[in-house]
T-cell receptor, first 109, second 114 residues
Framework: RKEVEQDPGPFNVPEGATVAFNCTYS??????FFWYRQDCRKEPKLLMS???SGNEDGRFTAQLNRASQYISLLIRDSKLSDSATYLC??????????FGAGTTVTVRA | SAVISQKPSRDICQRGTSLTIQCQVD?????MFWYRQQPGQSLTLIAT?????????ESGFVIDKFPISRPNLTFSTLTVSNMSPEDSSIYLC???????????FGPGTRLTVT
């Protein structure tokens, strides 16, 4: 079983729509969780950390469900600039991160 | 977050040769990491490089193939040795953040082996 699994998508949504996707992780001892954004041919960039109570950053909302070991990301009022691959990332101890394969989101005009 | 640069940004190399990738950070950091991202795939950790100690390699990666140097707190190198076409990949360095174990990445080195 992979440490982090994501729905690869692609999610193709119109501007202004809401899109949400999940990832699951296998290590129940993981304590830190993140969503990164990766644009084509660019490095991953930290979008947001995910806290156990859930957190919001503008149009982005992240949720963590420890019991079910899944993390979600919701994007409201999608913009063309939100088109990217979103990587679910889990800390697996000793500062090591495990990356999901990514969920591709395309926002169309 | 730290500003991270990598050199070269890209290279095309012949099989059997070696390439050394440099990673420079604008501030002192304890932990640096090297990743590989093969085409269409996510990131795989190669090794953790801490200043003053030997790099710690992940399963499937060995020092003879990917020697790493970490001479000070702002710099590291990764060498890809005796390259084959299977080594064609993007190689990224990263540094640990200070808050929640997050990491920040350099722009990557795109390597093509012919």
């Amino acid at each position: 079983r992979k440490e982090v699994e994501q729905d690869p998508g692609p999610f193709n949504v119109p501007e202004g729509a809401t899109v949400a996707f999940n990832c699951t992780y296998s290590n129940s001892a993981s304590q830190s969780f993140f969503w990164y954004r990766q644009d084509c041919r660019k490095e991953p960039k930290l979008l947001m950390s995910v806290y156990s109570s859930g957190n919001e950053d503008g149009r982005f909302t992240a949720q963590l469900n420890r019991a079910s070991q899944y993390i979600s990301l919701l994007i409201r009022d999608s913009k063309l600039s939100d088109s990217a691959t979103y990587l679910c990332v889990v800390n697996i101890g000793d500062y090591k991160l495990s990356f999901g394969a990514g969920t591709t989101v395309t926002v169309r005009a | 977050s730290a500003v991270i640069s990598q050199k070269p940004s890209r290279d095309i190399c012949q099989r059997g040769t070696s390439l050394t990738i440099q990673c420079q950070v604008d501030s002192q950091v304890t932990m640096m990491f090297w990743y590989r991202q093969q085409p269409g795939q996510s990131l795989t950790l190669i090794a953790t490089a801490n200043q003053g100690s030997e790099a710690t390699y992940e399963s499937g990666f060995v020092i003879d193939k990917f020697p790493i140097s970490r001479p000070n707190l702002t710099f590291s190198t990764l060498t890809v040795s005796n390259m084959s076409p299977e080594d064609s990949s993007i190689y990224l360095c990263s540094v640990a953040g200070t808050t929640h174990y997050e990491q920040y990445f350099g722009p990557g080195t795109r390597l093509t082996v012919t």
